[in-house]
């Protein structure tokens, strides 16, 4: 019954959340950064994601080369289609990438203003777009017969893409904030809390308003949801969570509201994969006939087999050193002279 | 009018151009950093510590633009070249997602203990840390040469029409319409006959080879520059002379065996571009080596042209005698541009050569325990780092301009693989905006590279030490 394309569905599905959990935080940090006062707070934020941020991206790149891998048609109809929108979080991807060793590089206090500018345009910018355009996929995309795209920037603007992308925009930043709570000390640490309490109920009326919009004005996302057992179990678990991160924050408990909000991050994921399977990017045009989905816009089965292959062996191994990692860098935040 | 195919070709150009600027120091220096890192650990000379410190402090610059400046190339295939993107995309994307799958991840968090960890972990970690981040940078590179050395030579593959599902051949896929030709792609039915094709691995050696050799002047001329200026002179010049026996060592490996039998593979596998690149225009027995030459284009001519007869039959097919085709061989509109890939490739192999004269020296001054007497030759070390970088540019440029007009070779034209539903004005947009970046960040990375250099490996942050 499950087949390749279904797995690889979710394999790409993996690596999508596994980038939102792990970049999710630290560019939310890279936006809170923006409110960080004094250098010793700022060189704190670069050292808590220090380390682990680069790892984390590369979970963007990967995703990138397995969706060109496994599913082609997508990768080269919404990269093209989202073409000056992409180039835009590039732009942000890159200022952001060479902030850390460029800051820490400078002596002066204006040069390390500039990078600190950076740093926050390029996570903030990214941080916005990834969720406009996701909130295009679940809206659908102008495909039209032959896979072609046939919109223009201003269309990925719509008011229900824009929403999402504030919800994703606020959700990285209490995310990155609840992370920090595990890496500052003292009064940082407490600014970090109201932070993430600060985001927390914005976050949550967003999150509904957003999926009344879905509800009331795509109701194709919610075809298959309510007749699927996993949707039920997915959406307990979503609405668990949301519910312990202000209990959470409010018993100082970093690590298990850290762990809450990354479970979150992965149900909403989870639960928008049912809403879209099988398909990967929805027709606006002509859903039933123009969509790209698992079946019509991915690899041959050979290559999605031997991708499975590289997977299985390739991801425990990723997985294993990057717990390692994360456990050698456990714990706050202590300057010294090997950091940013 | 703006041509968008030119425009995203210039892009393409231009990203991929100026990313490769920083892999061959990454991997060159990763290696050579490991190198100090195993004497300093198995020595435990204080020594050898400071100048890993040192060397890693560079490294994580050149590392860190090196990353930015490559998240543009994982999707810029997907991005500019959607119609190249579709028909590749079955044997293409593979390659891409095992270099983040077992390189990239490898190489990124490890460094991230190298450069953070020195104190968190033990010093046999730590040392492991060195030799993973050299290990994932090599390893990255295979992939990528992977998946460039098929569009060189492709093989492993069937081509299909996805629509009707019908299964053609090569040559009824160059009479087929753009209609058709869309639904056409390229399956792969052999991954290892993919992935080890014809040109895969000499092309990877030669590649990491000349990458090699960029990391042995890069520190060969860092030291050189910091002798010079007489700071921590005894510390420099342990990683002058580890730099300048590693230099001559992978500068003869460039020459013989990997750049020879790169040559004899093009020369059977790509015979066009192997005449182009050898400024053999028209069809010989024995034919010559061109030493120097001006080429002319129209007709195709070298100028003022000074030959060994029978040396390239020989080199290419192990006879003087040997018949070469020449340019004149093959259609006028398959051939690629003559003068460019002629120009890079002979300036390559010329900066090739000269690599290892200047590398020849050192040991010879290393033996003779002369090496810091000649300032003049330090100072040749100090101007020639960016010199191997050149040579890579040189000879990507032959590799990839001699493969035109074709992206993947005989599959498809360059011309076909565009995003048709990008706009010109879109590419130019994007160009101005990569081609801003990448100057200010050129700009900034020698400035703080030449700002921790002069500090040398002895500096200490003063703030650092109250922290």
């Known amino acids: ?340 | 009018m703006l041509d968008p195919v030119l425009l995203g070709r210039i892009q393409f150009a231009m990203t991929v151009g100026f990313h490769f600027l920083f892999p061959p120091i990454s991997i060159g220096l990763a290696w050579l950093i490991f190198i100090i890192e195993t004497l300093g650990w198995r020595r435990k000379e204080e020594a050898y510590v400071k100048l890993g410190k040192f060397f890693g402090k560079l490294f994580g610059l050149v590392f860190g633009v090196g990353v930015a400046t490559g998240i543009v190339m994982e999707f810029q295939f997907g991005t500019n070249w959607a119609e190249y993107s579709k028909f590749v995309g079955d044997i293409f994307g593979a390659p891409l997602a095992a270099e983040g799958i077992f390189a990239f991840f490898l190489e990124s968090t490890f460094l991230g203990l190298f450069l953070f960890g020195r104190n968190k972990v033990s010093k046999g970690v730590h040392w492991f840390s060195s030799l993973m981040v050299a290990f994932g940078a090599t390893l990255s590179a295979f992939w990528i040469i992977v998946a460039n050395s098929w569009q060189q030579t492709p093989t492993g593959f069937i081509l299909k029409n996805t629509k009707t599902g019908e299964i053609i051949s090569k040559e009824t896929l160059l009479t087929l319409d753009n209609l058709v030709l869309k639904n056409v792609r390229a399956e792969l039915v052999d991954f290892w006959g993919a992935v080890f094709n014809p040109s895969s691995l000499i092309r990877y050696f030669h590649t990491v080879d000349a990458a090699l050799i960029s990391g042995a002047f890069f520190m060969a001329g860092i030291s050189a520059y910091l002798i010079l200026k007489k700071k921590d002179v005894e510390l420099m010049k342990k990683s002058l002379v580890i730099s300048i026996i590693f230099g001559l060592i992978v500068s003869l490996l460039e020459v013989f065996p990997f750049g020879h039998e790169h040559g004899r593979q093009v020369a059977q596998t790509q015979p066009e571009k192997f005449a182009a690149i050898q400024g053999l225009y028209t069809t010989q027995d024995g034919a010559p080596v061109v030493l120097f030459a001006f080429p002319t284009t129209t007709p195709p001519e070298l100028k003022a042209k000074i030959e060994i007869p029978g040396i390239l039959s020989w080199l290419a097919f192990g006879d003087v005698n040997a018949t070469i085709k020449g340019i004149n061989e093959f259609p006028k509109e398959n051939i690629p541009p003559l003068f460019i890939t002629f120009v890079s490739y002979h300036n390559m192999v010329a900066l090739g050569m000269y690599f290892i004269l200047i590398m020849g020296i050192g040991v010879y001054k290393i033996k003779k325990k002369t090496l810091l007497d000649s300032p003049k030759y330090l100072k040749i070390l100090v101007w020639s780092i960016p010199l191997p970088l050149i040579a890579c540019q040189l000879g990507w440029i032959a590799a990839e301009v001699g493969r035109q007009p074709w992206i993947v070779w005989h599959l498809m034209k360059t011309n076909d693989a565009i995003s048709f539903n990008v706009s010109a004005g879109e590419v130019l947009f994007s160009i101005i905006l990569f081609a801003i970046i990448d100057a200010f960040l050129l700009a900034f990375l020698i400035y703080f590279l030449k700002k921790e250099i002069d500090r040398g490996p002895n500096y200490i942050k003063s703030k650092e030490v109250a922290a």
């Open chain 1, 1 to 340: 019954m499950i087949d390749l394309n279904t797995i690889w569905f979710l394999l790409v599905g993996v690596l999508v959340i596994g980038y939102a959990i792990l970049d999710g935080f630290d560019l939310g940090v890279g936006v809170l950064h923006f409110f960080a006062k004094n250098d010793k707070e700022k060189r704190t934020n670069l050292n808590a994601i220090g380390p682990v941020w680069d790892g984390n991206e590369v979970w963007l790149l990967t995703g990138g080369g397995a969706l060109f891998a496994a599913f082609p048609a997508v990768y080269a109809t919404v990269f093209s289609g989202f073409y000056l929108a992409f180039i835009l979080v590039l732009f942000g991807l890159i200022a952001r990438a060479v902030s850390f060793e460029f800051r820490k590089h400078s002596d002066d206090d204006k040069m390390k203003k500039i990078w600190d500018s950076a740093f926050i345009f390029g996570s903030f910018l990214p941080g916005l777009l990834y969720g406009v355009a996701f909130g295009n996929v679940l809206h659908g995309l102008p495909i039209a017969d032959n896979m072609e795209y046939t919109g223009n920037f201003f269309a990925l603007l719509n008011p229900f893409s824009l929403l999402v992308g504030l919800v994703g925009l606020i959700m990285f930043v209490m995310h990155g904030a609840i992370y920090m709570t595990m890496k500052a000390d003292n009064e940082q640490r407490e600014k970090m809390f109201s932070y993430a309490s600060k985001t927390y109920y914005p976050f949550v009326v967003l999150y509904i308003l957003a999926t009344i919009y879905a509800f009331v004005s795509l109701p194709y996302l919610f075809e298959k949801s309510f007749s699927n057992p996993l949707f039920y179990i997915l959406t307990l678990v979503l609405v668990i969570s949301i519910v312990y991160i202000p209990i959470g924050l409010k018993a100082k408990k970093s690590g298990l509201t850290f762990i809450a909000s990354s479970v979150m991050i992965a149900m909403m994921l989870l639960n928008s994969a049912i809403s879209l399977f099988p398909r990967l990017a929805p027709s606006s045009i002509d859903l039933e006939n123009f969509s790209l989905t698992i079946y019509n816009a991915s690899s041959s089965q050979n290559t999605l087999m031997v991708m499975l292959i590289m997977a299985l062996i390739g991801m425990p191994i990723v997985i294993g050193y990057t717990i390692y990692i994360y456990r050698v860098f456990k714990g706050k935040v202590v300057l010294g002279h090997d950091g940013y």
